[in-house]
């Protein structure tokens, strides 16, 4: 933000709108900003509403009467979490939630007066974090209010979330959230390419993209992205798949076979349960990952692959040769 001070200054504006780029959540901006100028607040956080359960691994606040934040604790646990116990019904939640959900935390999603954000940034440059420097020293002097969001949100930003976010789209009849609200609609970014191509597939619970072309294997409870291929006898479980940047032509394809070099995408018999697979990755035939040992933490950058949480992450590029089994 302090490196583009010099070019929001030249913009005629009265707040700034500041998010983040690591959570997965629909929210109607407008909302937000109307509390901001209702309350006549210098910054207002969106904040949502927690149980006893979750309260100790979030930033949490307390707020008054009004709605004003007067306190902040970086994840607090025993006492000092139950100091933290606000009522929620005050920022619009029913008796009943507020009792069940007696803890706010913020979403990481902040409004500005232009005025209040530059003097703030200037005045402190040894502060770099807005939730754990900035708007905490500045509720001292600053009317900092607090905007609830009772929806879904998820800080997507471990490879575990980011995997549980993503694989929680399949879920039926209702997924927790959903692309397809005809209210607010998320569309991906236009690529035009091919419709996906299935031949003789078993497909359940799961999302595939665009331009996919997927022979003779079953897929359960998994999200493909955009261009993957995915050849005979392969079973996928469980696992995102992010695709890949480019289709390979079908005469390098054929080389790399005849050369055993291993072409972009999944390998023939190959068998994937609970895992990522980045962009563009080479994954020979009879592979097997599935984390077998149970591993949960795991550094084999070398061999192309990671593991966090017991997910194991493929890397982008990565060659995985035929029947390797991890």
């Not at 937000?32 to 006893?52: C, K, N």
């Not at 998820?154 to 009849?173: C, K, M, R, S």
Request: glycine residues 6%; proline residues 4%; charged residues 25%.
């Amino acid at each position: 933000m302090r490196q583009y001070l010099w070019l929001m200054e030249e913009w005629d504006v009265e707040e700034y709108l500041i998010l983040s780029g690591d959570h997965l959540y629909r929210m109607d901006y407008r909302q937000f900003i109307q509390r901001h100028r209702e309350t006549g607040a210098d910054i207002t956080l969106s904040v949502i509403p927690i149980d006893e359960r979750r309260a100790s691994d979030f930033g949490l606040m307390k707020i008054d009467d009004s709605g004003r934040v007067i306190d902040f604790s970086e994840k607090p646990k025993g006492e000092a979490l139950t100091q933290m116990q606000v009522d929620t019904s005050v920022l619009g939640l029913s008796k009943e939630q507020a009792k069940q959900q007696p803890y706010i935390a913020s979403m990481g999603i902040y409004v500005f007066k232009k005025e209040v954000l530059f003097k703030l940034l200037r005045e402190g440059i040894e502060r770099t974090d807005f939730g754990k420097e900035i708007i905490p020293d500045a509720s001292k002097d600053y009317n900092v209010q607090a905007y609830l969001f009772d929806d879904y949100w998820e800080d997507i930003g471990t490879i575990e979330a980011f995997y549980h976010a993503n694989l929680a789209l399949t879920q039926q009849p209702q997924p927790p959230f959903s692309f397809y609200d005809e209210k607010a609609p998320i569309y991906t970014r236009a690529r035009y390419l091919p419709p996906t191509k299935l031949l003789d597939c078993h497909i359940t619970e799961s999302i595939i993209g665009e331009g996919c072309i997927l022979k003779n294997c079953r897929i359960q409870h998994s999200v493909l992205g955009v261009r993957s291929r995915i050849e005979s006898g392969c079973v996928i479980e469980e696992s995102l798949l992010m695709g890949a940047d480019f289709y390979q032509a079908s005469v390098e394809r054929q080389s790399n076979l005849v050369e055993n070099d291993i072409p972009v995408g999944i390998g023939i018999d190959t068998m994937i349960r609970g895992a990522i697979i980045d962009k563009n990755a080479r994954i020979g035939h009879d592979v097997k990952i599935i984390n077998k040992d149970n591993v949960q933490e795991a550094e084999r950058e070398n061999q192309g692959f990671y593991i966090r949480s017991g997910i194991v992450v493929v890397l982008k590029n990565a060659v995985i040769p035929d029947g390797t089994i991890i």
